[in-house]
């Protein structure tokens, strides 16, 4: 969910209490805006400000415009469970760093964390009863697991992924992608799209094999059904003869 304050055109991601990690990387674009390094590092503002040139007045005037544009925005992106904790700072890097102090994992929980979706994401295959989307979406989600807890994952590598992890009917399609394609340049939306119109092609196959297979017991029951009713015709008039003969 977010909303876009008229006045700036900031994107406000709003904040849940779940997945930090991603959500303090959608609002950093406070760096598009240049308030990222006041909201990072902050800024301090002299106990007596009088004896400050007018240039440094100016310097510190803006800074403070700033900060209350940054605090404001993360105020706005906290729900009301969230924001009590925030409440009482008075700068955007207070608000910030209370937030990554109860939010972000300490290093060796990421460890332990990483450790575990580099593991995941070893092990994971594509089912056969799954579709290309569905496990593309299931494998970008790990991916960008990683990436958010500062794995660096390439789309190489996640093309070497896919193309190492699908079912076995996909064989053709595997062969031939790595016997056209440098597999440094080709972009994983070419490959999913490529893959998917390979299952709709598989798809349509098996359907067509399907309706072969239905009308052929069409036929067989049809031709059964014949041969009775001449065998009963047949029976019919042997013991229709057999009376009269009698």
């Known amino acids: 969910m977010a909303n876009t304050l008229s006045n700036n055109q900031i994107a406000i991601h709003m904040f849940f209490g779940e997945k930090y990690d991603y959500w303090s990387i959608k609002m950093k674009t406070f760096k598009s805006q240049g308030l990222w390094e006041i909201v990072d590092e902050g800024f301090t503002t002299p106990n007596d400000t009088s004896k400050l040139s007018q240039l440094e007045k100016d310097k510190l005037a803006k800074n403070m415009e700033k900060?209350?544009?940054?605090?404001?925005?993360?105020q706005m992106a906290m729900v009301d469970s969230i924001f009590s904790r925030i409440s009482g700072a008075t700068n955007a890097k207070e608000a910030w760093d209370t937030l990554n102090g109860e939010?972000?994992?300490?290093?060796?929980?990421?460890?332990t964390k990483l450790q575990t979706l580099r593991?995941?994401?070893?092990?994971?295959?594509?089912?056969?009863?799954?579709?290309?989307?569905?496990?593309?979406?299931q494998l970008r989600e790990l991916v960008n697991q990683l990436r958010a807890n500062g794995k660096n994952i390439s789309d190489k590598r996640v093309v070497e992924k896919i193309l190492v992890s699908l079912p076995k009917k996909?064989?053709?399609?595997?062969?031939?992608?790595?016997?056209?394609n440098d597999l440094v340049f080709l972009s994983v939306t070419e490959l999913v799209g490529s893959l998917e119109a390979y299952e709709k092609r598989l798809s349509r196959r098996e359907s067509d094999s399907m309706e072969n297979v239905f009308q052929s017991k069409l036929k067989i029951r049809s031709q059964n059904s014949r041969d009775k009713e001449r065998k009963f015709g047949e029976s019919s008039r042997s013991e229709n003869s057999r009376i009269k003969d009698n």
């Not at 900060?67 to 993360?74: G, T």
């Not at 939010?103 to 460890?111: K, S």
């Not at 994401?121 to 009863?129: D, F, P, V």
């Not at 996909?170 to 056209?180: A, S």
């Open 170 to 180: 996909y064989d053709p399609i595997v062969t031939t992608t790595e016997e056209t």
């Open 67 to 74: 900060d209350n544009l940054a605090l404001d925005n993360i």
């Open 119 to 137: 593991t995941d994401l070893e092990n994971m295959k594509m089912k056969n009863s799954e579709t290309v989307n569905e496990y593309y979406s």
């Open 103 to 111: 939010f972000q994992c300490n290093a060796n929980v990421r460890t």
